[in-house]
């Protein structure tokens, strides 16, 4: 695509200069011994990304577990920081499980090495979706047990990293649980377990769509720079959260691979485009998306988000089988007819089951057990997915999951610093080029 077409040297030894500093950051934190909790040792939680996600993935963290301490805290804003552990300090259920002295508080771009190396057991990575790659890498080479946001990566580079240092966990013997969060739903478990027994028979064609309202944004102020301003508007810039059929829709995707016993589809091809949200605030990302996924069986999932203001708004998905229809977001199944209900997931359950939570309870009960959860495939293919969406539309061509996989396209920016960041151009379908 036109972010990534060309490299001069300058940004390749630039970004060399980053990786090969990352890498000897990790090698020195691999050394570390490999913690292991279990009876009354306390786990020590670090929270690296102290915006709105981060801080409540934190409490979540802290409920999780009666011998728990918050102890490290990163961002790349010290403002960012301080409303986090006010808003943690200011909650009297986990107020005596924090422990972030001044030392503690890491700011800047390498906040993530320093809270790696802060002593802590388990790390909860909830920075915009660009950094999750190398923070997740350096994470499981200091060996620390993991909680990731989603998605885990804006581009296949990102997507390769993070695969090969899940499976590094995996050998590890290292938990990391996703911030997918709707598998940690009870009410979804249930719907999907349904699924692959067979209660609406085999699949035939799924149809997934997020459309919403606007999101939040942050006027510039004049004394922020370029990149000040992009990473505080993160949600718009494509090189940050990947755009938003990406950064949300993976939501609705990830629950359609899941439907297919995490069987990734071969081929998608779609639309988009930015036809309402236009202003700079706005950034490069697209305010539309529609994508259709196709399975190498001849499955194929619809799929479509929109993120714009005075529209019918939609989440909902759908899964069609040969003896019925499963109204996902409802746990519903009925009869081919329509009418007659096969199953239901008690609406009451439905509202007690707290996902956010559910998946640190299970994080640090694989920690004490010793039993580790990785989700590591599901959350890094359906990023892919994602990302498989964007390229389509960005570009206007059928692309491939070989292709998508093997992609070059780097959205990485020339480097990590407070000064001028070029915006990079809109994509226009069939001008756009796939790499």
Request: hydrophobic content about 40%.
């Amino acid at each position: 695509m036109t972010q990534a077409n060309s490299r001069d040297k300058k940004v390749q030894v630039n970004r060399r200069r980053f990786m090969q500093a990352s890498a000897a950051g990790a090698a020195i934190l691999a050394s570390a011994p490999n913690v292991h909790a279990d009876g009354n040792d306390t786990l020590r939680i670090g929270l690296i990304g102290c915006g709105g996600r981060g801080t409540g993935a934190a409490a979540q963290a802290l409920r999780a577990d009666r011998n728990v301490r918050l102890t490290a805290l990163g961002d790349a804003f010290r403002d960012k920081l301080e409303g986090s552990l006010t808003q943690l300090r200011a909650d009297a259920a986990i107020a005596n499980k924090i422990d972030v002295p001044r030392e503690r508080q890491f700011v800047g771009f390498d906040a993530y090495r320093d809270v790696l190396n802060s002593g802590v057991d388990v790390v909860l990575l909830c920075s915009p979706p660009h950094f999750r790659p190398a923070h997740l890498e350096a994470a499981v080479n200091a060996r620390k047990h993991v909680f990731a946001e989603k998605p885990v990566a804006v581009d296949a580079p990102g997507v390769r990293r993070c695969l090969a240092a899940c499976r590094m966990a995996q050998e590890r013997r290292l938990s990391i649980v996703s911030g997918l969060c709707w598998r940690y739903h009870g009410g979804m478990r249930e719907t999907f377990s349904r699924i692959h027994q067979g209660s609406i028979g085999d699949i035939v064609s799924m149809q997934c769509s997020y459309n919403t309202g606007l999101l939040w944004s942050h006027a510039r102020q004049a004394s922020w720079s370029d990149m000040e301003w992009q990473m505080r508007n993160w949600l718009y810039f494509t090189w940050l959260s990947g755009d938003f059929n990406v950064e949300q829709h993976i939501h609705s995707l990830d629950k359609m691979a899941w439907a297919m016993r995490d069987q990734y589809p071969v081929r998608a091809s779609g639309l988009g485009g930015r036809q309402v949200r236009t202003a700079p605030e706005f950034g490069n990302i697209f305010d539309h998306h529609a994508v259709v996924y196709e399975y190498a069986n001849g499955v194929k999932c619809f799929s479509q988000c929109r993120q714009m203001a005075n529209c019918t708004n939609d989440v909902t998905d759908h899964v069609w089988g040969t003896q019925g229809t499963c109204d996902v977001m409802r746990h519903r199944m009925t009869a081919r007819d329509g009418r007659r209900v096969i199953w239901q997931y008690p609406a009451a359950r439905a509202r007690g089951d707290d996902m956010y939570q559910t998946e640190h309870n299970e994080l640090f009960a694989s920690i004490r057990s010793g039993n580790p959860i990785n989700n590591g495939e599901y959350m890094t293919k359906s990023s892919m997915m994602a990302i498989m969406g964007r390229m389509a539309t960005y570009t206007g061509q059928t692309i491939t999951w070989e292709q998508a996989m093997n992609s070059r396209e780097d959205l990485t920016p020339q480097r990590y610093e407070w000064g001028q960041l070029r915006v990079p151009e809109v994509a226009r379908p069939g001008v756009t080029q796939f790499s």
